[in-house]
């Protein structure tokens, strides 16, 4: 085994031993970059990458991030090269500034291997939409299988054991749904824990900034470094961060963990319902009280509404300046209106320009009671209803995903009138700003599902803590594709 396949805590024992060198692992990891074949990139930086592995000569011992390889996906500004969103319409911007959180692993001396493709704007479920073409899942050779969205680059990277980390954005699940379809653990902490200055906004009341690992410790080790109060985001929060990896092995005995009924009886397939009551007994195996809790089928029906009416209006707003003056291609005409009608037309998918007519539609003064003020309302009892279930639980777990990953055909973008709750659930931790994390609970016919576990605001730790007792009891810890076909 190639220690690249290893996790982050792994391959820093590795490094500091000196069993392997920074430069060794940056050479093997833009190989397997370069032979991927799921298109999870838009850009690899193998001169960038080499020039900072040659320089690291000593290894930190206490820097866990040191001489790791990561990625980056394409939404988070990287100062001096190519940031796309995955979009035509920024298909040629440069930033001059790096994100706070890409300025953190650089100060941490990690190794950034690539730019990874997402949803176009971080705007999709599939990983379908992105100006390169679709992203595929590494568990299926014959590429007719989803990896998720939006942030599927960065997924298919990391499941594929091209780096051990990878950036993500997550809005609605984009980081925690393809985490269940490609075996992986992946986190959104609590709105403002992260900074998301230099992510490309996409609906800041909503937008998160998450990650991917293979192990429920390296997220919590990258949380350690990436939390923080942070001056150029007024949103980010003045907590003091704190060792998420710390204890992250204490019993979780007397835990009340809270199962939402009516998403275990939306659950069509009986493999997926079985899995996902195995993984429930597993908790009760480590000591935790589970109660089966009633949401309200009503307010569940309002999620994806509500979620598409809040998003597509503050995506709107947020990427007005996209407009071929400010950023963008520059293309000929006599007004400016026509000049950006050009620019849009051409450089937004058919996706994208939908999203922001139903956008624009919410916000006109004489739809506003009826649409964007009335999914706020809708909001706020959907996680009313949230908190009153934490009030009384340390912990909501649900299913990450309804199936293991559908087929590229099968799943759309479109609006739709059937309510798929339990497609729909994860949205509840960006509604309300928690900490959301999902790890595999199994394989089913050679393909990862997972679990999803929610905590209050600012309980991490918690988080971590329940997540890792049902990670030991699942065995599915470092779970990638080359080890799985």
Not at 65 to 94: A, C, H, Q
Not at 231 to 258: F, W
């Amino acid at each position: 085994m190639s220690y690249l396949d290893l996790t982050i805590k792994e391959m820093h024992e590795a490094l500091v031993n000196k069993k392997v060198t920074p430069l060794e692992l940056t050479k093997e990891a833009i190989a397997r970059a370069k032979s991927d074949n799921n298109n999870a990139f838009e850009t690899i930086l193998e001169d960038e990458a080499l020039a900072i592995a040659k320089e690291l000569k000593e290894p930190e011992v206490d820097n866990l991030f040191w001489g790791i390889p990561i990625g980056i996906k394409d939404n988070f500004s990287t100062k001096g090269i190519l940031t796309t969103g995955s979009s035509e319409i920024l298909k040629d911007y440069v930033p001059v500034f790096n994100a706070t959180v890409v300025e953190k692993l650089l100060k941490a001396h990690a190794i950034p291997i690539a730019k990874t493709t997402l949803d176009e704007l971080a705007m999709g479920g599939t990983g379908t939409t992105g100006h390169k073409g679709m992203t595929f899942n590494p568990y299926d050779e014959k590429h007719e299988l989803l990896v998720g969205g939006s942030s599927c680059g960065s997924a298919a990277m990391v499941a594929n054991s091209i780096a051990p980390f990878a950036l993500g954005s997550d809005t609605g699940d984009s980081v925690r749904k393809p985490a269940s379809y490609a075996g992986l653990v992946g986190f959104k902490p609590t709105w403002g824990r992260i900074s998301r200055f230099g992510l490309f906004p996409f609906a800041p009341s909503l937008d998160h900034v998450g990650f991917f690992t293979r192990s429920v410790e390296d997220s919590a080790i990258a949380l350690s470094l990436l939390a923080g109060r942070d001056l150029n985001d007024a949103t980010s929060s003045i907590k003091p961060v704190e060792d998420y990896a710390s204890n992250i092995n204490d019993s979780i005995k007397g835990k009340r963990i809270a199962v939402i009924k009516e998403v275990i009886d939306s659950l069509n397939d009986e493999q997926i319902k079985k899995a996902f009551l195995a993984s429930i007994e597993a908790l009760e195996k480590q000591g935790a009280i589970i109660d089966y809790v009633s949401f309200s089928l009503k307010l569940l029906e309002a999620i994806y509404p509500t979620y598409m009416v809040i998003s597509c209006a503050e995506a709107t707003s947020n990427n007005a300046n996209l407009d071929g003056v400010k950023f963008g291609p520059r293309y000929e005409g006599n007004t400016y209106q026509e000049v950006m009608i050009k620019a849009r037309t051409n450089g937004f998918s058919e996706l994208i320009r939908r999203r922001f007519i139903i956008g624009s539609f919410a916000l006109m003064r004489e739809n506003q009671n009826d649409l964007f003020l009335r999914a706020q309302k809708a909001r706020r009892l959907i996680v009313n209803r949230v908190n009153e279930i934490l009030s009384n639980h340390d912990i909501i777990y649900v299913p990450a995903a309804p199936t293991t990953a559908p087929k590229i055909n099968a799943s759309s973008d479109r609006l739709s009138d059937n309510y798929l709750i339990a497609d729909n659930i994860l949205v509840l931790g960006n509604f309300a700003g928690l900490p959301s994390i999902t790890l595999p609970i199994a394989l089913i016919n050679n393909m990862p599902l997972g679990g999803n576990l929610m905590g209050r605001a600012f309980e991490e730790k918690l988080v971590f803590n329940v997540a890792k007792a049902l990670e030991n009891e699942m065995g599915l810890y470092n779970l990638s594709a080359r080890k799985v076909k």
